[in-house]
């Protein structure tokens, strides 16, 4: 691959793809297409390759990178009506790899219904006959042929591409003894693919007590969640490298090793500001790019095609900043209207994040003890030499049922008649089948409704609009050693919008996740909140805590039906998972892009990205990113 030095250089070479982003999906994508000499591939991307960055590649660092706009976008929600007006900082990487730079390294895995519930659109993966004529003609799977059958083919067409992307690496035996790994089922990992897994070689007090607690609690590990059928606590596999305990991410698993390759070129340092079409044509056709260098703008031309692999974010911006989109927003700053999708940046999810904060028990090591200069340096020789100790730790999550958690607080199952109590919401009636989809998931006793995640330190909900703030308070104000349980949201109701607010491209679009407009996502999490406090009083977990999980980190208080709600519109977060701005599936049904992820009204543009997931998913999104986009590589090289 060829880092080309100068706009000039870059401009002057003839392209068949061009490619806008060079993060997880768009370098995915490159390696991929770049396989075959016969195209060139060109990559642009606005930030610096930081491959050799001790930032980057050190696992326990990933916050020092947020916030900072050599790694960081710095994105900000705007106030959020249905939260007192907070705003939440979304870090996304901006960097070669993406957000696979800066993320806390979890290889988690959507499950097999949250991808059969895509089932509108099951030529994603490519069916066989007579499944593959089911595409984007608007009728309902359930007209066409058995749902049982649908949810068996389209897990099973995008398994391959999991496997495609991941290198298992299995536990060594200083693993086996610290921890469980018996759920693991290795015929579901791959074996050769870029990106390298696996368990971490550190395991402080509180992981090792991790999934005996809820073992005690009943909710022990039902299988290897890779299969997206099992839930239950379990030791989670992370993306680093074993051999040096480094982070495994797009940048150095799919760009590094192909820098060989003469007809791959990443131009970095460059920001994409438009797509160019020829609309002379009744479909638009795309032609290449815009980006500019240092303010000044440069055009590069594609034979084939342009793929827009921005994020969910700078996607729908770059389509808006192009002519799709509103007429009326695109009217309104000045821009000419080249096909109308009022989907474009609509369909915003996210999983909202819910900390809740205790006292560490005296003696436990926690993110806080690395203020300590002696223990900070002891701790980095031990990394750098030996790739162990707490800078190579991870830390662990849950698969919990909304079934399992009512169960846990004596509630009894959750009904279909405590769900429906729930309005769907004056501006949500049109979405009711996809809110069906979703109601029916989240009363599914094996579907996980809440990740349940602990991290070993202070999180300070006051200061979510400041990420590295949140995840690093000031000694001053918070001088011992503490302990955060977290509630993740899995599949959420509420829906935001990305938007563009100017025809600059360097003004971040409006972001509005609209957290919390639909009641039942206050309902579900807030359980969820009762819930961990329960968690944090459960043996042995609760050893390792002050007072039995009973003394709370500053701020935090006991959390009871009468003001946990109140408490959640104050704390709430994000697990920095958006999706679904172009969101896959027919026009008429919101949709931005088809079943092979082209844009609507355009010939030869595709979004490949979290953008196009027109449901969110559960756990962590990079493994289905990966996925997706090995996925889309095989969709374009078909057709070249």
């Not at 990178?65 to 929600?77: A, L, Q, S, V």
């Not at 034979?303 to 827009?308: D, P, S």
């Not at 196009?612 to 078909?638: C, H, M, T, W």
Request: with cysteine; net charge negative.
């Amino acid at each position: 691959m060829t880092s080309t030095g100068t706009p000039a250089s870059f401009v002057a070479i003839s392209y068949d793809y061009l490619i806008a982003g060079g993060g997880t999906a768009g370098l995915t994508l490159a390696a991929r297409l770049s396989e075959d000499s016969r195209v060139t591939v060109g990559v642009i991307e606005a930030g610096l390759d930081r491959t050799e960055d001790p930032n980057v590649l050190t696992p326990g660092f990933a916050p020092v990178m947020w916030e900072n706009p050599e790694y960081d976008w710095i994105f900000k929600t705007t106030p959020q009506k249905h939260g007192n007006d907070r705003i939440v900082a979304h870090p996304r990487g901006k960097q070669l790899g993406g957000s696979s730079a800066i993320n806390f390294d979890y290889w988690t895995h959507a499950s097999q219904r949250d991808i059969d519930d895509w089932y509108g659109f099951p030529t994603c993966f490519t069916l066989p006959t007579p499944l593959a004529l089911i595409s984007n003609d608007g009728l309902d799977y359930k007209e066409r042929i058995s749902p049982l059958i649908i949810k068996k083919e389209t897990f099973s067409y995008l398994l391959p591409y999991y496997l495609k992307s991941e290198t298992y690496n299995p536990p060594p035996a200083t693993v086996v003894e610290q921890v469980d790994t018996s759920f693991i089922e290795p015929s579901v990992h791959g074996r050769q693919g870029p990106v390298k897994d696996s368990f971490p070689p550190y395991y402080d007090n509180f992981y090792k007590a991790w999934e005996p607690t809820y073992q005690n609690l009943g909710l022990g590990p039902t299988g290897d969640p890779k299969d997206g059928l099992a839930i239950g606590a379990y030791t989670t596999l992370l993306t680093i490298e074993p051999k040096n305990a480094s982070r495994s991410y797009a940048a150095n698993a799919y760009y590094k090793p192909n820098a060989a390759r003469s007809n791959l070129h990443v131009l970095t340092g460059a920001l994409v500001t438009k797509v160019e079409f020829d609309s002379s044509k009744e479909t638009l056709v795309a032609t290449g790019l815009t980006f500019t260098v240092d303010g000044k703008k440069h055009k590069v031309s594609a034979k084939r095609e342009v793929i827009l692999s921005a994020g969910a974010f700078q996607s729908p911006q770059l389509l808006e900043l192009s002519g799709i989109g509103s007429p009326e927003l695109l009217g309104s700053l000045g821009i000419d209207v080249l096909y109308s999708n009022l989907a474009v940046g609509e369909n915003l999810q996210d999983h909202i994040l819910l900390p809740i904060g205790f006292e560490a028990a005296a003696g436990e090591t926690t993110f806080e003890s690395l203020r300590n200069e002696s223990y900070f340096l002891q701790a980095l020789g031990e990394y750098t030499t030996n790739h162990t100790g707490p800078l190579a730790a991870g830390t662990s999550n849950a698969y919990v049922s909304f079934t399992q958690i009512l169960n846990a607080l004596t509630k009894g199952p959750a009904s279909p008649s405590v769900i429906k109590s729930e309005d769907l919401g004056p501006d949500q009636k049109h979405h009711r089948e996809v809110y069906e989809l979703t109601i029916q998931k989240l009363l599914h006793p094996r579907e996980a409704a809440i990740q349940e995640v602990y991290l070993p330190g202070a999180l300070v909900p006051p200061l979510v609009a400041n990420a590295s703030a949140l995840f690093s308070p000031s000694p001053i104000d918070f001088p011992g050693n503490y302990f955060s349980l977290l509630a993740i949201l899995e599949h959420p109701f509420s829906r935001g919008s990305v938007h563009i607010t100017s025809s600059d491209a360097t003004v971040h679009p409006s972001v509005d996740p609209n957290y919390l407009s639909h009641p039942l996502d206050l309902y579900v999490v807030s359980q969820a909140m009762l819930h961990l406090q329960q968690v944090a009083r459960t043996e042995p977990l609760s050893t390792h805590l002050k007072g039995n999980g009973k003394v709370f980190q500053p701020g935090y208080y006991e959390l009871n039906e009468e003001n946990v709600e109140a408490f959640v519109r104050n704390s709430f977060s994000s697990e920095y998972h958006p999706m679904g701005t172009c969101a896959m599936g027919p026009k008429h049904k919101g949709g931005v892009v088809d079943e092979k992820l082209r844009v609507h009204g355009t010939q030869n543009l595709r979004v490949v990205d979290a953008s196009v997931f027109p449901l969110q998913v559960r756990g962590n999104l990079a493994s289905l990113v990966y996925a997706v986009a090995e996925r889309a590589a095989d969709f374009i090289k078909s057709e070249g």
